[in-house]
């Protein structure tokens, strides 16, 4: 079985900060990991997945995630955080090519960006 | 040009109801899913669709059901609503075996 934890449900960092968000899973099988964002009143936007290629993973708007199979972790950083960046962060798992395509989110974190 | 589509967005109803909430995509994709956002802002998978069959079917209620007309198209129908039900109901989609899903912009159901 699948499971996301996401420590932190509310993360505050000073505009200019490092960003950093944790995210560890739980998995039978190789996992396929996403991170999606969340603005208010919106849908969830991809922001990266891993997929069992490079462990270092770049996704759009300046973040990134690190794939540490030994700490079964993925934790979302971004080395300068904006004020665009305040929103819900979701970590996702799936079984990937080895199983069904579901999705097991976390409880996800919120972003809050201080001027 | 949007590629994953819900209507409606918001949609208002007394408990013991019947509604429908569409979801259309053109992306081409083969696999389309619902997802329920609780109020704490937990997503949970309700189904998904590949290729017009079910594929998933977590622990839902049988009053949700959802039909699929065609690849582009999977709609959920919840039958006697109730208070629970209150949420925001998102779709999705993805190609089967990439499992990166492109989600709608959402559907918030308030049942009275």
């Known amino acids: 079985a699948q499971s996301v934890t996401q420590l932190g449900s509310h993360v505050s960092v000073s505009e200019g900060a490092l960003v950093l968000l944790r995210c560890n899973y739980s998995?039978?099988?190789?996992?396929?990991l996403f991170w999606y964002v969340q603005y208010p009143n919106q849908g969830l936007q991809l922001l990266l997945k891993?997929?069992?290629?490079?462990?270092l993973v770049k996704g759009i708007n300046g973040f990134e995630a690190e794939f540490k199979k030994s700490e079964t972790s993925f934790h979302l950083t971004k080395p300068s955080a904006h004020m665009s960046d305040a929103a819900e962060y979701f970590c996702?798992?799936?079984?990937?090519?080895?199983?069904?395509?579901?999705?097991?989110f976390g409880t996800g974190t919120r972003l809050t960006v201080i001027p | 040009d949007t590629a994953v589509s819900q209507t409606p967005k918001y949609l208002v109803t007394q408990m013991g109801n019947d509604k429908s909430i569409k979801c259309e995509q053109n992306?081409?994709?083969?696999?389309m899913y619902w997802y329920k956002q609780d109020s704490k802002k937990f997503l949970k998978i309700m189904f998904s669709?590949?290729?017009?069959?079910?594929?998933i079917n977590e622990t839902v209620p049988n009053r949700f059901s959802p039909k699929s007309p065609d690849k582009a198209h999977l709609n959920l129908h919840i039958n006697s609503l109730e208070l629970g039900d209150s949420a925001v109901y998102f779709c999705?989609?993805?190609?089967?075996?990439?499992?990166?899903?492109?989600f709608g912009p959402g559907t918030r159901l308030t049942v009275t």
């Open positions: 669709y590949n290729n017009k069959e079910l594929i």
């Open positions: 999705a989609s993805s190609r089967t075996s990439t499992g990166e899903q492109y």
């Open positions: 992306l081409g994709h083969d696999t």
């Open positions: 998995s039978s099988v190789p996992p396929y």
């Open positions: 891993y997929t069992s290629a490079a462990t």
């Open positions: 996702a798992v799936s079984e990937g090519q080895t199983g069904a395509n579901n999705l097991f």
